[in-house]
Nanobody, 124 residues
Framework: QLQASGGGLVQVGGSLRLSCAAS????????MAWFRQAPGKEREFVAG????????SYADSVKGRFTISKDNTKNTLYLQMNSLKPEDTAVYYC???????????????????WGQGTQVTVSS
């Protein structure tokens, strides 16, 4: 089970940190990711990282501004979002997908565990 939180209203250039509390299973063979969906648009990959470690992957639109991280002691995934722009406005979802082989999963259909979503609104 995934529980996302931390969204809110922020001004352009501001920061937010999203959290995703994971429970109910071991995620050691999973990729953990953040997706977002703006009104009228498809759900898109934002950032992902293997729960067991390794480097992270980011969408080009957020590279250098967003950072995905995790705290194994708290079983929590984070998304630190800096220098926010109006186009970052969306509902943000955390997701977990089982994958044993190397590589990042960037499509929603590859993930079978989803949090409930948290709204991020960036005002200008």
């Amino acid at each position: 089970q995934l529980q996302a939180s931390g969204g809110g209203l922020v001004q352009v250039g501001g920061s937010l940190r999203l959290s995703c509390a994971a429970s109910g299973r071991t995620f050691s063979s999973y990729i953990m990711a953040w997706f977002r969906q703006a009104p009228g648009k498809e759900r898109e990959f934002v950032a992902g990282k293997r729960w067991s470690g390794g480097s992270a992957s980011y969408a080009d639109s957020v590279k250098g501004r967003f950072t995905i991280s995790k705290d194994n002691t708290k079983n929590t995934l984070y998304l630190q979002m800096n220098s926010l722009k109006p186009e970052d406005t969306a509902v943000y979802y955390c997701a977990a997908g089982y994958r044993l082989t190397y590589g990042m999963m960037r499509y929603p259909g590859e993930y079978d565990n989803w949090g409930q979503g948290t709204q991020v609104t960036v005002s200008s």
